[in-house]
Structures are given as C-alpha cells and as structure tokens.
C-alpha cells in the first residue's frame, strides 16, 4: 500500500520529442505527489509537484497530469533538450506522521542531441 | 546558503566497522531525513526526525541509529557495517508548508563496505 510504481525503467527521446514518465500509487492517504531530478553525482532535487485535488500542474517545459479516480499521475517534458537528460523520481508524501515520501524506483532519460 | 550539507561525500568500511554520517542545515527546517539509494530501488528511508530530540524509524532501520541533537544536524550512524549497506545515502530536510511537502537533498555520500 505504501508502494509508488514508476515505469518505464530509462527512457530515450531525440531532442525536441516529449517524453512521458507514468506513475501509480495505492495509498489514498498520499496528499501531495512531487517529482524530483537527479543528475550524476548529485541529490535529488524537488522539480514540479501536484496535489490531488488538481489534474495538471505545468511548470515551464514540466507537465504533471494526475488521475485522481484512477490513482495514477504522469510528467511530461515538452521540447526535451540535452540537458535533461537525468534520473527522474515520482514520489507521493503522506500529510501526517513527519510528511514521509515514498519514492518510485525513477526513470533514467537520455535525450539525443 | 549551503542548504544540506553531508560529510563524507566517500567512504570505504570493513565489515564490522562502525561510523557516523553528518547532515547538517542551515534553512531552519523542522523535519530531516536520511534516505539510500540503490539501483533500481529508488530512494528509500531509513530515519526521520520532526524536530530536535525526536526520532522514528522508516522503512528501512535495521543495523542503523540516528541522533538529532541539534535542529540542525541530523547523524546516522552504523554500528558494525555489513556489505549489505554499501549504498549512497542521502540526508534531506523540509519545513511543511500548506502548499509544500518537497524536500532538499544534499549532495550524498557513497558508502562501500568491504
């Protein structure tokens, strides 16, 4: 139940193409769903993030759609360039007991210039 | 400002030994985290802390103990290190607002255990 399943595994997208990264989760107690991006060598840093009772959130080239009935959400990136080629996490965080996040396994994406 | 701080950034352990991992920030956060990740099993989180003097254990706390002494810093450490703990582990501190749950990491520390 405190699982979030994230697919695919790596991802590999030409420049300029939209990649899509899905994620599910369980748990209806989960209150706020964020993504994070990682580079090498680096920690994860907070991107874009959602709240339940909202079905998209776009941040710059960053697009969260979320399927509240369906309990899943998804990131999209619109003009993928190069440099966002990272590891990205979905993540979902319980609203009580120390706002623990539970992470998905993340998606490595590879954009081809 | 630095934000997270993790000291050491690398470390090489012989089975048995024990060591201690330091986090330390400065935005005045409540909540801290210490959190490893492995490949393919995304981050998953060994302590928490919702503010000074105060532990709990997460979903990974076996062979692992934590101490938050000061709001600031956040130790974990590891009694007699075992192979099964080589992982980077990462330290990350929130301060819950209406509208934001996110975290910030720090920079991680790559623990080998040999």
């Known amino acids: 139940q405190q699982q979030v399943k994230q697919s695919p595994q790596s991802l590999i997208v030409q420049k300029g193409g939209i990649p899509i990264i899905n994620c599910a989760y369980e748990n209806t107690a989960f209150d706020y769903f964020p993504w994070y991006q990682q580079f090498p060598g680096k920690g994860p840093a907070l991107l874009i993030a959602i709240r339940p009772d909202v079905s998209e959130k776009k941040e710059g080239r960053f697009t969260i759609s979320f399927n509240k009935s369906a309990k899943q959400f998804s990131l999209h990136i619109m003009d993928s360039q190069p440099g966002d080629s990272a590891t990205y996490f979905c993540a979902a965080t319980l609203p009580t007991g120390g706002f623990k996040t539970i992470f998905g396994a993340g998606t490595r994406l590879f954009v081809k210039a | 400002n630095a934000g997270v701080t993790q000291t050491p950034k690398f470390r090489v352990l012989k089975t048995g030994q024990s060591m201690t991992l330091l986090c330390a920030q400065d935005m005045n956060h409540e909540y801290m985290y210490w959190y490893r990740q492995d490949p393919g099993m995304g981050l998953r989180l060994i302590h928490y802390?919702?503010?000074?003097?105060?532990?709990a254990k997460g979903e990974v706390p076996d062979g692992y103990n934590v101490s938050r002494l000061k709001k600031q810093n956040f130790l974990l450490g590891l009694e007699s290190a075992a192979p099964s703990q080589t992982s980077v582990y990462f330290c990350a501190s929130s301060s819950p607002g209406r509208s934001n749950y996110g975290y910030t990491f720090g920079s991680g520390t790559r623990l080998t255990v040999v």
């Open positions: 802390s919702v503010g000074e003097g105060t532990t």
